[in-house]
T-cell receptor, first 113, second 112 residues
Framework: DSGVTQTPKHLITATGQRVTLRCSPR?????VYWYQQSLDQGLQFLIQ???????AKGNILERFSAQQFPDLHSELNLSSLELGDSALYFC????????????FGPGTRLTVL | GENVEQHPSTLSVQEGDSAVIKCTYS??????FPWYKQELGKRPQLIID?????GEKKDQRIAVTLNKTAKHFSLHITETQPEDSAVYFC???????????FGDGTTLTVKP
C-alpha cells in the first residue's frame, strides 16, 4: 500500500458522459500527478499540481480538467467521454523538494461504452 | 521539454540470465532517474533510483548505471527469476518541480 488512495476503483459509463476521479495523496505530500495508461501502453503524463497550484501540463485534452483542493486531494474531470478515453488513470504523489519518488495509487479503470 | 527513449520494448530471457534495459534522455537539467516495475493490472512501484551525482547504484540483484555525459542510464537485473516478469519504466526528472518524463516501458518475460 503506497498511501495514495483513488476512488472509484472501476467506472463504467457511456460516450458523451462526464466523470470525476478522485485522489488523496500520501500524508505530507504536496505534489499530485495524473497519468493515463491505455491498454498495453505507457504512462502518459496529464497534469501535475503542487500545493493547490498547477505546476506542469502534459498531453491533457481540453475535455479533461483537474484541480487540487486545500486539503490536497485532487480530482480529475473527464467530459464528453469517447471510447478512446477508456484507460487506467493513475494518480501519484511525491514529497516536497526536487526529484522525489512518486508513489502511485491503485488506479481507476474507466470503461466508456 | 524532456524526451525519454527506452529500449528494448520487449525482452525475453531464461531464468538465471541477466537482463539490461536502456534509456536515453534529452534534458541535461534532469538529475533524478527512477525505475518503476509494474505488474499486470497493478500500480507502478519504484524499484531503484539514481541521482546525477552518482554513477552506479546497487540493490541486491538490481543495479542502475548513469552516464550524464552521454545522457543515458540503464537497469541491470542479474539472476532473473520468473517473478521479475513485468513492465519496467524508466523516468527522468528535471531540477525544478517534480514532473517525471517516463519511457514507453519494457515488457520483461523471464522463462522458467
Amino acid at each position: 500500500d503506497s498511501g495514495v488512495t483513488q476512488t472509484p476503483k472501476h467506472l463504467i459509463t457511456a460516450t458523451g458522459q462526464r466523470v470525476t476521479l478522485r485522489c488523496s495523496p500520501r500524508s505530507g505530500d504536496l505534489s499530485v500527478y495524473w497519468y493515463q495508461q491505455s491498454l498495453d501502453q505507457g504512462l502518459q503524463f496529464l497534469i501535475q499540481y503542487y500545493n493547490g497550484e498547477e505546476r506542469a501540463k502534459g498531453n491533457i485534452l481540453e475535455r479533461f480538467s483537474a484541480q487540487q483542493f486545500p486539503d490536497l486531494h485532487s480530482e480529475l474531470n473527464l467530459s464528453s467521454l469517447e471510447l478512446g478515453d477508456s484507460a487506467l488513470y493513475f494518480c501519484a504523489s511525491s514529497a516536497p523538494g526536487q526529484g522525489n519518488e512518486q508513489f502511485f495509487g491503485p488506479g481507476t479503470r474507466l470503461t466508456v461504452l | 521539454g524532456e524526451n525519454v527513449e527506452q529500449h528494448p520494448s520487449t525482452l525475453s530471457v531464461q531464468e538465471g540470465d541477466s537482463a539490461v534495459i536502456k534509456c536515453t534522455y534529452s534534458d541535461s537539467a534532469s538529475n533524478y532517474f527512477p525505475w518503476y516495475k509494474q505488474e499486470l493490472g497493478k500500480r507502478p512501484q519504484l524499484i531503484i533510483d539514481i541521482r546525477s551525482n552518482v554513477g552506479e547504484k546497487k540493490d541486491q540483484r538490481i543495479a542502475v548505471t548513469l552516464n550524464k555525459t552521454a545522457k543515458h542510464f540503464s537497469l541491470h537485473i542479474t539472476e532473473t527469476q520468473p517473478e521479475d516478469s513485468a513492465v519496467y519504466f524508466c523516468a527522468a526528472s528535471p531540477n525544478r518541480g517534480g514532473k517525471s518524463t517516463f519511457g514507453d516501458g519494457t515488457t520483461l518475460t523471464v522463462k522458467p
